[in-house]
């Protein structure tokens, strides 16, 4: 057994779980990285590791369900002013800040394959503008339009953490209150081997994934960020993930039937486009909690299943927007109860002699979703898919840049028509500035567009 003064407990931890062979280049390292190394392994909780092991072995059964009810978009007279009235009370909410924004920014982005923090992505198809500043700039305007700042909460993770705050600074926050912008790290979890064993990154660290978006409630807490929200009377917090352009991040009737309902959490939902849809659907389990089935564990059954009208009777899908009261959150931390871990099998790049390889291994994450249950209230509203949901997940093909400029482009065309304003035939691609309209009612009532192959409006 290898001894290093002030870490002998670690050690003998790590060789009791079967783990030493993490220390299998002890010999050529400096001091400090032997330092690194035991550092690393005394934050490792291998009691959590079996337990996480165990998770791979096993088969859950997922509890009966039926699907979730919902508020479906506004038909009727009544219904019109039911969500009139829930408008009314969200911008009372808003105006006496008690909403802030917050974003799940802690991903690899490994599908899209992109150097860096993902919201530093160029989304905007004319402007070039990225993830972060078209988020940065709505919040702006939702600010102007109702007179309050809005708190900003960040999730980053330890890989694209500085990057991350590198980028706000250097953009001087894009004029935002600088105060009110946290940007925090999620935990980190041990990756495994098949054999339920650590994973070499370097001859002097562990391959650790990010603890999934579901990590988000618990970094709020430990990293204080939800104190400080707390402290500053906000009440509600508004969830999104890094990679939807089109999100309504601060959206009055929404927030409006989240207060009028007593929601701890409300979600948003829209009709998939087909059944095999990679998103998941909300349902009702048997226990009378409401929750989301990933589409992976939806049955094929169930996927394909149509109501008496022909419509997917599993087809209220879920896209990621939500609202948590930050009560609620605080009890679910405070109380320690922890959403349960996921596992996926995934290429793991490993460290042996010759260099990094590729294995086979287990990463486990929290999926944010898996709060739903734990509420005694919640609340979900439809919403159309063309005006809030353009996700950036892949560099082609399906869910892609192109795709998501692509709705942009479309959505924003359909503002300009709501309004009356003719678009040139030969304008191919049209961008709308947050700063100039964050909704259609922004518009001036006539604007001449240029008659340009590229526009842009700010
Ligand atoms: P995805 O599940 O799409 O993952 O995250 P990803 O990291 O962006 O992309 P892939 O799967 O590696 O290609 C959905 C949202 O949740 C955030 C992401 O940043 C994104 O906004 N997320 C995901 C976190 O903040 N932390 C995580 O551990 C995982």
């Known amino acids: 057994m290898i001894s290093f ?37 005394s934050l490792i909780n291998f009691d959590e ?27 009727t007279l009544e219904e019109h002013k ?17 909403v802030a924004a917050f974003v799940v920014a802690g991903g690899q982005g490994s599908r899209l394959g992109f150097d860096g923090p993902k919201g530093i992505f160029p989304i905007g198809p ?28 960040i999730m980053t993770s ?15 926050f894009f004029t935002l209150n600088k105060d009110k912008v946290f940007i925090f790290k ?55 993930q890094v990679d939807n352009p089109l999100v309504r991040i601060i959206d009055p009737v929404f927030i409006g039937f989240h207060v009028t309902h007593n929601a701890e959490v409300s979600s948003k939902a829209l009709q998939k486009a087909y059944p095999e849809e990679k998103i998941g659907v909300f349902v009702k389990f048997s226990n ?44 679910i931390a405070q109380g320690n109860i922890s959403l ?42 439809e919403t159309k898919r063309e005006e809030e949901f353009a996700p950036v997940k892949n560099k082609s093909g399906v869910d892609s840049v192109d795709t998501a400029q692509e709705l942009m482009i479309h959505l924003y065309k359909k503002w300009l028509l709501q309004k009356n304003i003719p678009v040139p035939k030969v304008v191919e691609k049209i961008e709308i500035s947050p700063l100039y309209a964050v909704e259609p009612d922004d518009l001036p009532d006539s604007i001449a567009i240029p008659l340009q192959k590229e526009v842009y409006l700010a």
């Open 126 to 153: 004319v402007s070039n503008k990225t993830l972060f500043q078209i988020h940065a700039e709505k919040i702006k305007a939702y600010e102007k339009k109702f007179g309050i700042d809005i708190p900003w909460c």
């Open 186 to 240: 999620q935990n980190m979890i041990p990756s495994l081997d098949e054999q339920g064993k650590l994973i070499l990154e370097t001859p002097y660290s562990i391959f650790r994934n990010p603890d999934g978006h579901g990590g988000s409630l618990t970094a709020l807490y430990t990293s204080g960020t939800l104190n400080k929200l707390l402290t500053m009377g906000i009440e509600v917090l508004s969830y999104f």
């Open 340 to 381: 349960p871990f996921h596992v996926a099998k995934k290429s793991i790049p490993q460290y042996t002699n010759n260099g990094k390889h590729t294995i086979t291994g287990y990463k486990f994450e929290k999926f944010v979703f898996d709060a739903l249950p734990l509420t005694e209230h919640n609340f979900i509203l």
């Open 49 to 75: 590791i079996n337990e996480l092991y165990a998770l791979t072995k096993k088969h859950i059964i997922p509890m009966e369900f039926e699907p979730a009810p919902f508020t479906r978009l506004p038909q």
């Open 288 to 331: 009378g909690r409401i929750g989301v089935v990933e589409y992976s564990d939806l049955p094929q059954e169930k996927q394909y299943e149509k109501d008496e009208q022909g419509n997917l009777r599993y087809g209220a899908g879920s896209i990621a927007i939500h609202l948590f009261n930050t009560h609620f959150i605080e009890k």
């Open 82 to 98: 039911e969500f009139e009235y829930a408008k009314q009370v969200g911008i009372d909410t808003i105006k006496k800040g008690k």
């Open 158 to 172: 330890e890989s694209n953490h500085q990057a991350t705050v590198d980028y706000f600074e250097k953009h001087n």
């Open 5 to 41: 003064e002030g870490y002998d407990a670690v050690i003998k931890k790590v060789y009791q779980s079967g783990n030493e062979h993490v220390f299998k280049f002890w010999d050529d390292l400096t001091i400090d990285e032997k330092k690194h190394l035991l550092q690393e392994l």
